[in-house]
């Protein structure tokens, strides 16, 4: 009895875990200020705190040793075992796959703020309102594209307002914004990806496996004929 009700606490102590969001806050006004916070625990990423210089002492120069044949990288083991072609498809699979990850991992995300006031300008009227439609130009595909990936019932505070100024000299930008995502449907996510890519590469390599072996055949009816 004691075992059962101990371990139901530890599950559900678990499950309270999984579902409590983790969240990322971010600020842009003077400095650009960025958080990640889960629960009560805020951790700052920027800005960095300013941390002692240390003295640096001086190192003997190493000998260097005599130069060897250096091992071929990942992807020139790639290259040698699947060939171009199967590298390509084996890219085209990994790029579905990344998107694919990507869309449901930000229909799980959760917008709580996104405000932005971005006055431009430029000094002079007329660089103002090139910079003006310049920006307008960059920020409003960038919205069209990113936001629908959230679902829209998961979008509670997004106000983005840009406007030129003709009256000061200077450009003024302040952006907030937090966005969170629940442990369980990240752990889900990137767990289901990291199998799939798994899958791929096996695949992959059975496919090179079946090749090569085709081609050791056929070089020894060549050379029995």
Known sequence: MVVGIV????ALFLCLLLLCPLKLSLWYGEDLTLKIGYGPIRIRILPQKEQP????KEKKPKKEPPSEEKEPTFFQRLK???GISG????????????????KKLFSHVVVYHLRG???LSAGDAADTAILYGRVCAVLQPC????????PKKKRKDVTMQVSPDFVSEDSHISVYAQAGIKPLFLLSTV????????KIYLAANK?????AEEQTKLQNTESQN
């Open 53 to 56: 210089e240390k003295i640096k």
């Open 80 to 82: 040698e075992q699947h």
């Open 143 to 150: 919205m069209t594209v990113l936001l629908p990936l959230v």
């Open 191 to 198: 767990f289901g990806a990291l199998f799939r890519c798994i």
């Open 87 to 102: 590298l390509l498809r084996l890219a085209t699979e990994v790029t579905k796959l990344a998107a694919s990850t990507m």
């Open 207 to 211: 496919t090179a496996k079946e090749r």
């Open 117 to 119: 006031d971005i006055r």
């Open 7 to 10: 371990l139901g606490s530890i």
